[in-house]
């Protein structure tokens, strides 16, 4: 069973470096209250500052990333000022353009990729699908910095939408087509088809509830994703007992599988409230609990671990 195991190029270990740096000082600007709205910008921050540059390399394709790591960061520093509202509005929403032309760029050259390879298993359309879901979301942001409300949802709605294809749509379908790649069988081509047809799916049942129609369609949407994730959730810790792991690797995937099985157990409970209210945690308390868990355990815990992986299994 090989494992990607690449090392980061010292540029890219200082883009990392400095990304890092940038997270704190625009936390500390925004202000660390967890179930205030600026929270899922923080989220959004380490998202594109942090873990997108940690996963570069374990990324399909990423030999032939059609994007440098030094423009990368440079269109993601941008979304920061933008995130900040350096300037006046037009200011913020230029400011924005680049990560959207960014991932727009990345997402077509991922779809390119895809249709010449003939080998398109559920694990390679996952590992590509999280260079494209991102790019829904970067449109998502664009639409938040100009003051547009698609579909008429309000701006809360609009920034979480971004966050959700940032994180979900990056993170998740990432270590599933990882663990799919490395764990081969029923259990992880189930979960990568299931994350594959529940990451959209979840927008679209968001939408229908925002539309008051078919009503039955967030919460079926929400059981597929939670399906795919928790067989996520299960081969992250399986691999924390592969043979031949040291110690910091193997707590790094239970972390990261026992966080995303918490998450999804909210977003379950969540997807469920009109069924059954008293298992649903309140909206700020999800972006609060279920977001932080999946940005700094699950994800940020599962890329530090598939990072650490030296050798072949």
């Not at 979301?137 to 940032?166: C, E, K, Q, S």
């Not at 996520?232 to 040291?246: D, E, I, N, T, Y």
């Not at 157990?265 to 868990?293: E, I, K």
Request: proline fraction near 5%.
């Amino acid at each position: 069973m090989k494992i990607i195991a690449r090392r980061f190029p010292m540029p890219e270990y200082a883009n990392l470096g400095l990304g890092v740096v940038i997270c704190v000082i625009f936390a500390s600007i925004k202000g660390l209250e967890p179930q205030a709205a600026t929270w899922i910008e923080i989220l959004l921050a380490v998202a594109v500052l942090i873990l997108m540059p940690m996963a570069r390399e374990l990324q399909e394709d990423s030999e032939d990333l059609p994007v440098s790591a030094d423009t990368e960061f440079t269109a993601a520093f941008l979304l920061i000022l933008a995130l900040l509202g350096i300037g006046p509005a037009w200011v913020s929403l230029a400011l924005t353009c680049p990560w959207l032309c960014l991932r727009v760029w990345d997402a077509g050259h991922a779809v390119y990729a895809g249709f010449q390879e003939t080998a398109r298993t559920p694990a390679y359309l996952c590992r590509l699908s999280a260079r494209i879901f991102p790019a829904i979301g970067a449109a998502w942001l664009v639409a938040y910095r100009a003051g547009w409300m698609p579909f008429g949802f309000d701006a809360l709605i609009v920034l979480l939408t971004a966050a959700h294809f940032h994180h979900a749509g990056f993170t998740l379908p990432l270590m599933a087509g990882l663990c799919g790649k490395s764990l081969p069988g029923k259990m992880s081509r189930g979960s990568c088809l299931f994350i594959l047809a529940g990451v959209p799916l979840v927008a679209l049942g968001i939408t229908c509830t925002h539309f008051q129609t078919l009503p039955w369609v967030e919460p079926l949407s929400v059981c597929v994703l939670v399906v795919g994730a928790l067989g996520v959730a299960l081969l992250q810790m399986k691999m924390a007992f592969q043979k031949g792991l040291h110690d910091g690797a193997k707590m790094l995937f239970g972390l990261s599988g026992v966080s995303l099985f918490i998450a999804m157990m909210l977003a379950l409970g969540f997807g469920l409230r009109y069924f059954l209210p008293s298992g649903a945690l309140s909206m700020r308390a999800m972006w609060a609990v279920h977001g932080s868990l999946n940005t700094f355990g699950f994800g940020l815990g599962g890329l530090l671990a598939w990072r650490c992986l030296h050798k072949t299994l």
